[in-house]
């Protein structure tokens, strides 16, 4: 049974905006991680966020984790071309289908 | 693209025993190594991360002195299930990061059973 989702499904935007991608879990858990995948490449690992943890940054990324609502989101600040990929977040029993972000020059 | 083996590729073993997994990165160097953990039908569960020459960090409700962890080196991480219990069969995968993209890749897993 799925055990989360990923919205939006697909996010286009101009340069220099930003873009939020959310991640909705169901069960408990210990961390939750956000990927980014650029077509025909592998996963790069961008955020690992624990359970007891609400915000994390990096760079121009911002994850946040709301376990009461079973939510995370991953925020990309000032959006370049160069983001344009697919997002994952992955969870102990869920590996996200992933957002596929579009940042138009 | 990236070769990441891991060895054995399943193994059967008693109740009591340890058992050791490799995971190997054949043409690139990690410096960070991920291993989870698969139930059937289920995601991947992170057991823990190490970063080469470190101790590993163990997620909640994995038990470090059971799940034994060396990266020794940046080409190869091993994996060692201390006195198996059959409730430790599953199956078990390595993701190593690549230190130059921070690329993750995953093993092609290892099928532990415990008798």
């Known amino acids: 049974s799925q055990q989360g989702e990923e919205d939006p499904q697909a996010l286009s935007i101009q340069e220099g905006e930003n873009a939020t991608m959310n991640c909705s879990y169901k069960t408990s858990i210990n961390n939750l991680q956000w990927y980014r995948q650029n077509s025909g490449r592998g996963l790069v690992h961008l955020i690992l966020i624990r359970s007891n943890e609400r915000e994390k940054h990096s760079g121009r990324l911002r994850v946040t984790l709301d376990t009461s609502k079973k939510s995370s989101s991953l925020l990309i600040t000032a959006s370049r071309a160069a983001d344009t990929a697919s997002y994952f977040c992955?969870?102990?029993?869920?590996f996200g289908t992933g957002t596929s972000l579009t940042v138009i020059p | 693209g990236a070769v990441v083996s891991q060895h054995p590729s399943w193994v059967i073993c008693k109740s009591g025993t340890s058992v050791k997994i490799e995971c190997r990165s054949l043409d690139f160097q990690a410096t960070t190594m991920f291993w989870y953990r698969q139930f059937p039908k289920q995601s991947l569960m992170l057991m823990a991360t190490s970063n080469e020459g470190s101790k590993a960090t163990y997620e909640q409700g994995v038990e470090k002195d059971k799940f034994l962890i060396n990266h020794a080196s940046l080409t190869l991480s091993t994996l060692t299930v201390t006195s198996a219990h059959p409730e430790d069969s599953s199956f078990y995968i390595c993701g190593p990061q690549s230190g130059v993209y921070n690329e993750q890749f995953f093993g092609p897993g290892t099928r532990l059973t415990v008798l």
């Open positions: 992955a969870t102990d029993y869920y």
